[in-house]
């Protein structure tokens, strides 16, 4: 009786570990951690809900946050924003500059899903003001 308790105890804790570990484990960050890093969630627009985390508890935050729809971080830098689109494959789509801040719109198949935007299926945005950038996917929504 004793041995099958403690078997479907073991059995109960395995199953609920299967349950758990994915969610802890889950996938990273899409980008290196920034200054800050914003997780959109609920919608893939500019009426996302939006959850806001220091850089060094991006991850952990990145738990809490479910219906994600995509993510962002900014730099002081240009440079490393220019990095996280390298490091994805991405393809330069077009430019645009307005108030001083000039975007880049990229397409990555590494990347999933993607926007259109000026008729161009778009998954990667880079917006650099002076020396900084951010960078996000699909988009960055808010401000820059």
Known sequence: MLKKCLKTALLFFLCLALLILPQLLGEGLLFDAGETYIFYS???????QITVAEGSAAAQT???????TGESTSYPQAERAFAQAEKYGAELLFTESAGGVTNYYYYSARLGGAVMLGGYAVNLHVAVRGQGAAVGSPLIFGGY
């Open 42 to 48: 609920g919608s893939a627009s500019s009426g996302a």
């Open 62 to 68: 990145k738990l809490f946050v479910r219906s994600r």
